[in-house]
């Protein structure tokens, strides 16, 4: 672990390398401790990871899994959507769990706030969309980044401002183009509790304040979210998500230096899974998927939605490895696959669009909880080696369950 943390470096990445849900929570948790300031640079509500506080599990969308540890700093980024009542809600578990954020939470001011009503949006731009949805996590994302793009978003840096006026006019544009009836009532009031609670938290300017602890030495951990083939650009357009979910989206997000980074954790499953509509080229709708879906419990944290399973495509993650520059992988939920005989690779794709698989052999013995690569059977570790060779990416963690404990680190 130590050898692992030294080559990490003062300003490590977390990034999600397929269509999320890989399980960058855990990741985060572990390296967390170690890192002086967590980060959360882009998206909303949109995100969901378990954590468990005081023995139960907890379902957080906006606050990085990393916010556990006592005492850290904990950011939430200039490109992120925050609707408060959902982070209100976070802080109050925290807090019933004895875990005190509001003295170590700093919000950019230059965030936006996604009000009830962008949620509402959400849902009626999919209805119209019809059988060609998107399959949004209906958090009212695509709107608030609308907003955000068209220069009439409102930023938490006027939390405490007079919002009447503004959300007035935004009423009135919101009922004649989708027909809805914002209540004015509740978002005035969640605004005005929001700022009770959160006006101390919120930072002018996030650049100025990172540099601060960049000057101090201080390390940081960035927890991205979602995943680059949901990114905004580089992704699986128009089957994505409304931000950038790379690296450079983070720091972006942040508003930090390229050359900040001093590390970047790619976080990919064993296999692959996808919620919500577009191509999934590796996708296995038979049996095979079905129990991955099972052993893999992938079912949507945010949404309660059954993943779309199936295998790894490896073109899909070099090019993720190439656009976030992945120093390390972290493969997850390894043991998912211990009772395949067989396990397809996707390696390329053939010029009809068909794609070529390899077939590796699977292990059939469990590996649930093995913490020594040595120890894993034969054919699980050729199968590590043959993608970290196809990748050219050392894969250095490996989850072999989901306890903080089940995990491989490679040194
Ligand atoms: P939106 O971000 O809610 O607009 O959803 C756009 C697409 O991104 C949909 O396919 C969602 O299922 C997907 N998506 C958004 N956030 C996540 C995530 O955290 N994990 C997995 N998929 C996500």
Known sequence: MQKFLSDLGSCTAIIGAQWGDEGKGKVTDILGEHFDVIARACGGANAGHTIVVGGKKHVFHLLPAGCLHEGKPVVLGSGMVIHLATLLEEIETLKRAGVNLLDRLFISGSAHILFEFHKNIDVVMEERRGAKGIGTTKRGIGPAYMDKAARSGVRMEQLTSDLAAVLTEKAKAVKSMYGIDVDMEAELGALKTAAAL??????????????????????????????????????????????????????????????????????????????????????????????????????????????????????????????????????????????????????????????????????????????????????????????????????????????????????
Not at 313 to 333: E, M, R, S
């Open 198 to 411: 959160l006006k101390h938290t919120i930072v002018p300017s996030l650049p100025d304040f990172l540099r601060g602890f960049i000057e101090k030495k201080k390390t940081m951990l960035i927890e991205g979210a979602q995943a680059v083939l949901l990114d905004l650009d580089h992704g699986s357009y128009p089957y994505v998500t409304s931000s950038f979910t790379t690296a450079t989206g983070a720091l972006q997000g942040l508003g930090l230096p390229p050359k900040i980074l001093s590390s970047c954790i790619g976080v990919a499953k064993a296999y692959c899974t996808r919620v919500g509509s577009g191509d999934f080229l590796t996708e296995d709708t038979g049996e095979a998927g079905e129990r991955l879906r099972e052993r893999g419990g992938e079912y949507g944290s945010t949404t309660g939605r059954p993943r779309r399973t199936g295998w790894l495509h490896l073109p899909d993650l070099k090019y993720g490895a190439f656009i976030n520059g992945f120093t390390a992988i972290n493969l997850t939920k390894l043991d998912v696959l211990d009772t395949e005989k067989e396990i397809p690779v996707g390696i390329g794709v053939e010029a009809g669009g068909k794609v070529i698989y390899e077939k590796l052999a699977g292990w059939q013995t469990s590996t649930k909880s093995i913490t020594e690569f040595s120890k894993l059977p034969k054919a699980a570790q050729d199968y590590v080696l043959f993608i970290e060779k196809q990748i050219r990416v050392p894969i250095r963690l490996i989850g072999t369950g989901q306890g903080r404990e089940e995990i491989i680190i490679r040194n």
